[in-house]
């Protein structure tokens, strides 16, 4: 391989995550990070650290010069962008390129292809794989809006072109609607992305959110399976399982050769994931996004794989190939994974950081707890709420909701508000008991009002 000293341009629990992740390739790790994270514990662990600005983000990991100064410095050979941040930036992938290191990534031409949702889209499309009907590329103007959402037929979904997380996404039941809605759409997508293009495709309600995550070696592709992510807020995930109980295996193997088939035909180079909404009633699933890194969730998919995604990723980008074959890959069990954020559920999700007085964590088989805490750690107000991952597997989804319910009461993170009690009253509730959920459903639970100060259901 490559690669021998590892470059880290991120921070909080995926730092962590690609530290150790690279300590077993005996690569040597090198901790880039803001003022702010001067004790993160990615620092401690890394073999080496240096930092790359000030705290504000546009000034330390959003900053590709300093990163690539740093790197530089310190005699890095790559650079690991983990998620978020720079992760998914054609600029940032060909600076690292053009300064002789090498991106833990897909090529920037990749990224810069998929990670634009009409050019995916297009991609899809050539290869075969089944997308939402709607624009063929982007619209030009209201009028060409227009025509387009009358072909389709209404409702349909107004969408930012480049980025996600939900931005820019504005629904229009009618033609005054969209006049409305896509000036909007175009305000916020230019705000929050620089690049103000939409594209339209027909809403479809209360869908399953459901991808598939692939490796690969720019030569050849596999996947590893598929994940749920329907439960859902403000379109962000809260909670994540693999596989996807919603699905029968001809389906799920059609979803999965069909991300492969995409994979394949843009000779994709590392960890990456399909995402795709499935409809229940018909049994359609159809394509909307590619994201070319590694995923918050991607630890369910190494619970039912034994598969180590970011070890993988570093190994082909440093010029490996796979070191698995499709058949070798087999799906054992059932994992779930829920995000523990710094966040009050009880007070709208308000943001809480502060000193973590105390640490206990969740332990036991089939246990883990992704984080970057320790005691006495100050949380930094500047960044995600994100402040770990709590993943169990079992044999069953039944099992391991079980499971979840234990190593949930046994997580303690005393001098901060968590997101910890809205998963166990979720955990707790009948309709996910039963898998009886879809993309809007955890925001009507909450409207509902059946999150109590118990934590459990209403």
Known sequence: MNIKRLFIANRGEIAVRIVKAAKKLGVHTIQGHSEADAEMLAVKLADESICIGPAPSKDSYLNISAIIAAAKATQADAIHPGYGFLSESPAFARAVEQAGLIFIGPSADTIEKMGDKVSARLAAVTAGVPVVPGSDGRIDDLDHAIEIAETIGYPVMIKAAAGGGGRGIRIANTRAELKELAPQAK?????????????????????????????????????????????????????????????????????????????????????????????????????????????????????????????????????????????????????????????????????????????????????????????????????????????????????????????????????????????????????VRAGAFHTQWLEQWLDAGNLTEKGDAA
């Open 187 to 431: 305000s916020e997508a230019e705000a929050a992305f620089g690049d103000g293009g939409l594209y339209i495709e027909r809403a479809i309600f209360a869908p399953r959110h459901i991808e598939v995550q692939i490796l690969g070696d720019g030569e050849t592709a596999i996947h590893c399976y598929e994940r749920e992510c329907s439960l859902q807020r403000r379109r962000q995930k809260v909670w994540e399982e693999a596989g996807a109980a919603c699905l029968d295996d001809e389906t799920c193997a059609a979803l999965c050769a069909s991300a492969v088939a995409l994979a394949k035909s843009v000779s994709y180079r590392g960890a990456g994931t399909l995402e795709y909404l499935y409809d229940e009633k018909t049994k359609e699933f159809f394509f909307i996004e590619m994201n070319t890194r590694i995923q918050v969730e991607h630890p369910v998919t190494e619970m039912i794989t034994g598969v180590d995604l970011v070890a993988e990723m570093i190994r082909v980008c440093g010029g490996e190939r796979l070191s698995v074959s499709q058949d070798q890959i087999n799906k054992s069990g059932h994992a779930i994974e829920v995000r523990i954020c710094a966040e009050d559920p009880f007070a709208n999700f308000m943001p809480w950081p502060g000193v973590v007085a105390s640490l206990k964590e969740p332990e036991g088989e089939g246990v883990r707890f992704d984080h970057f805490l320790a005691e006495g750690y100050q949380i930094p107000p500047f960044y995600d709420s994100l402040l770990g991952k709590v993943i169990v597997h079992a044999a069953t989804r039944d099992a391991a909701i079980d499971k979840l319910i234990v190593a949930l009461d046994a997580l303690s993170v005393g001098g901060t508000k968590t997101t910890a009690p809205l998963h166990r009253a979720l955990a707790m509730d009948a309709d």
